[in-house]
């Protein structure tokens, strides 16, 4: 394996910058659909990358992920009252957790 295609040693991120990755689990049907196949669904910030949110995950509820999967929704437009609006757009992560780990959503860290 030549210089420019070796592994970069994976980056060492404070505990305040982790904590402020993840900002709610997502308890919806299709995010329960998920924890079948040791899938857990978080809402993350809007600039976090995946290797970011797979070291927040594994420091905070110390457990092996295997994959993330993001993706950007949309917010909605809504009326309300006559009145045009619209919901905020938000980032969501689909975490894959390694044979064994699970993750309880209902209790905090």
């Known amino acids: 394996m030549s210089d420019a295609t070796a592994k970069k040693p994976p980056k060492a991120w404070s505990m ?10 997502v308890i919806t049907e299709k995010a329960t659909r998920g924890s079948e196949h040791n ?6 910030r809007g600039d976090a990358a ?12 110390k457990v092996k992920v295997t994959a993330v999967n993001t993706l950007n929704v949309r917010g909605k437009t809504k009326r309300f009252r006559g009145h045009l609006g619209q919901r905020s757009d938000y980032k969501k ?5 390694a044979e ?8 905090g860290i």
């Open 16 to 25: 305040e910058q982790l904590y402020g990755v993840i900002l709610s689990p």
């Open 39 to 44: 899938q857990v669904t978080f809402r993350v």
């Open 50 to 61: 995946k290797p970011l949110i797979k070291a927040a995950i594994e420091t905070l509820f």
């Open 93 to 97: 992560a689909i975490v894959s957790l």
């Open 100 to 107: 064994g780990n699970t993750i309880d959503v209902t209790t």
